[in-house]
C-alpha cells in the first residue's frame, strides 16, 4: 500500500516538505547575512553557526525525546512550528553577529525537540513494515530535492527580493508547517511505564539505545556516512574551484551528482532491502561510499584531474551514504517499545549528530590545513573504520525474539492484566470470591473491569522464563549475551 493513500502521512509529508525548503531558503540567506555582517570572516560565522547547530541537537534531542510521552504531541509540534516561524521572523533585524548566534541556537533547539516526535509518529502512522520502507524514502527523496530546489529558489527570490525576504518565507514555511499538522490526527502517543524526572527519561533513550546491539552498530554506520557527507559538504567548492579549475555552477553540479546518486538510491531502496536485508545493504552502502572517497585519493596521487572522474565518485558516495542510513529507521522502529519510540529516536537523532560535528571538524580542519587528497584519505579511512565498527558491534543472526529469563521482584506502574507478568487477583476481587455479598460481587466486577484497562499499584512478578520480542525497557534494562540469561 502506497504511503500516500493515508491522509495522515500526505499531510506530514507535505509539512516536512515545506519546512525543508523553508530551511534551505534561510541557509542561503544565512550566508549572505554573515557575509554583509563580517565581510572576510563570514566562513569562520558559519562555521560556529554549524558548530551551535549540532550542539543544540546533543543537548535538546535527548531531553525532549525523553518527555514527549507526557505531552500531547500534536500541540507540541505544532508549537515548535510557531515559534521556529518566529525566531525565523527575527532573522531580518539583526545588525550584530552575537544575534545571529541567539537565534540560531534557539530555532535549531526547536527543531531538535520537533524531528524525533515527528520521526517517531511515521511508523504509528504506517504501521506496515513495507509502507514504513517507502515512507523513509520518500523522506531521503524530499531531503535531496531541498537540495536541489532551495538553492535554485533562493537564486530565482533574489532577482525580486533582497535576501532579507528568505527569512520571511522560511517564516511562512514553518506556519504552513503547522496548518498542515493541526489538520493531522495524530494517533494518542502508547503509555509507558518509565517514571522519574527530566534526568531519568532524558537518561533512558541514550542509554537504552547504547544498550541495544543493532542500534550501536548503527550508530557506527552514521559515523562513517559523516565522515563521507562532511567531505562533500565542506570540500566540493575546494574540489571543483581550486583542483579542477572549475566555476560556481561547476560547484553546483558536483552536489547535484551527489543528490542524484541519493535519489536513485531511495527509489530503489524499497524493491531490494527485503530481499537483501538491512544490514547487508547498509554495510555494502558504507563500503562503496568509503571506496568511492579513497579512489579520490588515489585519484588525485596520480596527478589525473578529469571532472567526469570525480563526479562519477560524488554519484556514488551519495548513492551508498542513502543506501547506509536510510534504512535506520526501520532499526530504531524495531528495537523500541510503543510507548518509547519519541526516546529512541531523539536518541539516534543526537547521537548521529555527534558523529557530524566530529566529522564536520575533522576533514574541513585536514582539507584546509594540509592538502584535500589527504581528506580525501582520512574521510574514506574514518569510513570504512566505520564500516568495520558496524560489522562487529551489529550481530549477523539479529534475532527480534530471544529467550530470557527474569527474578521475582516487586514493584509500580502502570499495567493491565493482558499478560503472564500481571495476571494477579486485586484485593477486593478476593473479597468478592469468598463472599455472597452481593456488594462485595459489585466490587469485584468493578475491579475486574480495571483489570482490562491500565491502572497502577504495587505488585509483583513472579520469576519466569520466557522468549518475545526484545526491547531495552523498564521490565527488561540490559541485553541478554546468551540464551536465558538474567535480565
Not at 550566508?31 to 546533543?58: E, H, Q, T
Not at 466490587?443 to 491500565?454: L, P, T, V, Y
Request: aromatic share 10%.
Amino acid at each position: 500500500m502506497s504511503p500516500f493513500s493515508i491522509s495522515a502521512f500526505r499531510h506530514l509529508f507535505a509539512a516536512q516538505i515545506t519546512s525543508l525548503i523553508g530551511t534551505g531558503l534561510t541557509t542561503v540567506a544565512l550566508s549572505l547575512l554573515a557575509f554583509d555582517l563580517a565581510g572576510a570572516d563570514a566562513g569562520r560565522v558559519l562555521g560556529s553557526i554549524l558548530v551551535l547547530k549540532m550542539v543544540a541537537y546533543l543537548v535538546i534531542a535527548p531531553i525532549a525525546g525523553g518527555m514527549a510521552h507526557l505531552l500531547p504531541r500534536r500541540t507540541w509540534l505544532v508549537g515548535l512550528d510557531i515559534l521556529r516561524a518566529a525566531i525565523v521572523l527575527c532573522l531580518p533585524f539583526v545588525d550584530q553577529i552575537w544575534q545571529i548566534f541567539v537565534l540560531v541556537f534557539v530555532v535549531n533547539a526547536a527543531s531538535a525537540a520537533f524531528t524525533p516526535v515527528f520521526q517517531a509518529i511515521i511508523p504509528e502512522i504506517l504501521e506496515d513494515e513495507k509502507s514504513y520502507t517507502k515512507g523513509l524514502s520518500y523522506a531521503r527523496l524530499a531531503y535531496d530535492l531541498e537540495n536541489l530546489i532551495s538553492p535554485a529558489l533562493a537564486a530565482a527570490l533574489l532577482f525580486v527580493w533582497s535576501f532579507d525576504s528568505l527569512f520571511i518565507v522560511n517564516s511562512l514555511t514553518f506556519a504552513l508547517s503547522a496548518v498542515l499538522i493541526v489538520t493531522t490526527t495524530v494517533p494518542r502517543a502508547a503509555a509507558t511505564d518509565r517514571e522519574g524526572g527530566i534526568y531519568a527519561n532524558t537518561r533512558f533513550g541514550v542509554v537504552a539505545y547504547l544498550k541495544t546491539p543493532r542500534l550501536r552498530g548503527l550508530l557506527a554506520v552514521h559515523f562513517a556516512v559523516s565522515c563521507v557527507g562532511a567531505m562533500i559538504i565542506v570540500n566540493t567548492v575546494v574540489l571543483t574551484r581550486s583542483i579542477l579549475g572549475g566555476s560556481e555552477i561547476l560547484t553546483t553540479v558536483f552536489l547535484a551528482c551527489a543528490g542524484g546518486g541519493s535519489m536513485v538510491a531511495a527509489f530503489v531502496m524499497p524493491k531490494i532491502i527485503d530481499t537483501v536485508g538491512e544490514r547487508r545493504l547498509m554495510m555494502a552502502g558504507i563500503v562503496a561510499a568509503s571506496l568511492a572517497m579513497v579512489a579520490g585519493a588515489v585519484i588525485m596521487g596520480v596527478g589525473i584531474r578529469d571532472v567526469a572522474a570525480f563526479a562519477l565518485l560524488w554519484v556514488f558516495a551519495g548513492a551508498g551514504t542513502t543506501f547506509a542510513q536510510t534504512p535506520g529507521g526501520r532499526l530504531v522502529q524495531r528495537s523500541a517499545g510503543a510507548g518509547d519510540r519519541s526516546a529512541f529516536f531523539a536518541a539516534n537523532f543526537a547521537l548521529s549528530h555527534g558523529g557530524w560535528l566530529i566529522a564536520y571538524g575533522v576533514i574541513g580542519w585536514i582539507g584546509s590545513l594540509a592538502d584535500i587528497s589527504v581528506a580525501f584519505w582520512v574521510s574514506g579511512g574514518l569510513a570504512f573504520c566505520g564500516a568495520v565498527m558496524a560489522r562487529v558491534l551489529w550481530p549477523k543472526q539479529d534475532q527480534l525474539e530471544l529467550q530470557h529469563s527474569h527474578p521475582g521482584f516487586w514493584h509500580e506502574h502502570p499495567h493491565d492484566h493482558a499478560d503472564e507478568h500481571h495476571g494477579h487477583v486485586h484485593p477486593a476481587e478476593a473479597a468478592a470470591t469468598s463472599s455472597n455479598d452481593a456488594k462485595h460481587h459489585d466490587d469485584g466486577h468493578q475491579h475486574a473491569e480495571e483489570g482490562r484497562s491500565k491502572h497502577r499499584h504495587r505488585h509483583y512478578h513472579p520469576p519466569v522464563s520466557h522468549k518475545h520480542r526484545f526491547v531495552i525497557d523498564s521490565h527488561h534494562t540490559r541485553w541478554p549475551v546468551e540464551s536465558g540469561e538474567m535480565v
